[in-house]
């Protein structure tokens, strides 16, 4: 079955350290790929998204995230962490090959706790 | 950029009420929209996905009676809660999409329905 795992409920960083939020999917095919932060009581908000093409990919916020099709994964990453980063990530999943459905999938979500 | 406008944002009501949510996009045109159910601290949970113009497919365990979703035009899309009880008390949050596959969802703010 197709899936989207995020392994880490929480990650908690200090203030100027870097983060890595994971993100592993199984499907068949290459998908496109989203992270997504939602701050509480928020709707979501894109950070970045993966279609082809160069798999490394720049975001807003100054996060970036890997493509590694050898591991099936979509990693966020932020070399140094604002306090205001403190928000819940949701990566997310679309195959193309649903059959034109382009249903997303989400992960349950990764909550980033950040310490002064 | 893309902007989704969810309303209300907050709305309690009397157990037995209707309540009507609204998902607009603002400067874009949206072919799909997908509602979404979200419990605290947790993953965006799937209600159902319409396309403007037809009636929306609505996940298992959705029930399409009481959850009412209506996707008139290509910038407006409705849930109506029917009879809400308090078990229906939740975060509901919208997204709009075009209908390519490698397009992101756009999200709304989110409405959060409590019903006393």
Redo the contacts between chains.
């Keep these: 079955a197709q899936s989207v795992t995020q392994p880490d409920i929480h990650i908690t960083v200090s203030e100027g350290a870097s983060l890595e939020l994971r993100c592993n999917y199984s499907y068949g095919a290459t998908p496109y790929l989203f992270w997504y932060v939602q701050s509480p009581g928020q709707g979501l908000q894109l950070l970045l998204k993966y279609f082809s093409g160069d798999t490394l990919v720049q975001g807003i916020k100054g996060f970036e995230a890997e493509f590694k099709r050898s591991q099936s994964s979509f990693n966020l990453r932020k070399p140094s962490v604002h306090w205001s980063d403190a928000a819940e990530y949701f990566c997310a999943v679309v195959s193309p090959a649903s059959g034109g459905s382009y249903i997303p999938t989400f992960g349950r979500g990764t909550s980033l706790i950040v310490h002064p | 950029g893309a902007v ?1 406008s ?1 309303h209300p944002s907050w709305v309690i009501c009397k157990s037995g009420t209707s309540v009507k949510i609204e998902c607009r996009s603002l400067d874009f045109q949206a072919t ?1 929209m ?1 509602w979404y159910r979200q419990f605290p ?4 949970m ?1 209600m159902a ?1 319409s396309n403007e113009g037809s009636k929306a ?1 609505y996940e298992q365990g959705v029930e399409k009676d009481k959850f009412l979703i209506n996707h008139a035009s290509l910038t407006l899309s409705t849930l109506t809660v029917t009879s809400a009880h308090p078990e229906d008390s939740s ?1 509901y ?1 919208c ?1 709009a999409r075009d ?4 397009q ?7 409405t ?1 329905l409590s019903i006393l």
Excluded: M
């Excluded at chain 2, 601290?41 to 965006?44: F, I, N, P, T």
């Excluded at chain 2, 992101?104 to 989110?110: A, V």
């Design positions: 989704v969810q799909t997908f601290k947790q993953s965006l799937l996905t497919t975060f949050i997204s209908r390519e596959a490698n992101p969802q756009h999200f709304g703010d989110g959060r």
